[in-house]
């Protein structure tokens, strides 16, 4: 069974920062792109961040740039999002999601894809960020 976990999430101050990690299970992300998205109450899941097979390129939304870092590695079958300076805007919960592409590609991160162009998604963790 193909799984990603997430861990990482809680409650932080305005300002503070937290790291999600993203655990593969049953698979090798090694020809997997990885999506961050979240969704907070009320609104539409939004794409977060995008890193590419090799970490060549990377995406960010633009409400997080400069702010969050995504990154991976591929030998611990594991991805993370490090967040910085985080507004109460950012409270949602995060999922990480994963694209076979299968095989070595050289993939731009550029859009985000449909939720029925995910291969493989995360349950989710939650974010909240409030005083």
């Known amino acids: 069974q193909l799984q990603l976990v997430e861990s990482g999430g809680g409650l932080v101050q305005p300002g503070g920062s937290l790291r999600l990690s993203c655990a593969a299970s049953?698979?090798?992300?090694?020809?997997?792109?990885i999506f961050w998205f979240r969704q907070a109450p009320g609104k539409e899941r939004e794409g977060v961040s995008c890193?590419?097979?090799?970490?060549?390129?990377?995406n960010y939304a633009d409400s997080v740039k400069g702010r969050f870092t995504i990154s991976r590695d591929n030998a611990k079958g594991t991805a993370y999002l490090q967040m910085n300076s985080l507004k109460p805007e950012d409270t949602a919960v995060y999922y990480c999601?994963?694209?076979?592409?299968?095989?070595?590609?050289?993939?731009?991160?550029?859009?985000?894809?449909?939720?029925?162009?995910?291969?493989?998604w995360g349950e989710g963790t939650q974010v909240t960020v409030s005083s």
């Open positions: 890193i590419s097979l090799g970490g060549g390129s990377t």
């Open positions: 999601a994963a694209q076979n592409l299968g095989g070595p590609h050289n993939y731009y991160c550029s859009q985000y894809p449909h939720r029925d162009e995910i291969d493989v």
């Open positions: 049953g698979f090798t992300l090694d020809y997997y792109v």
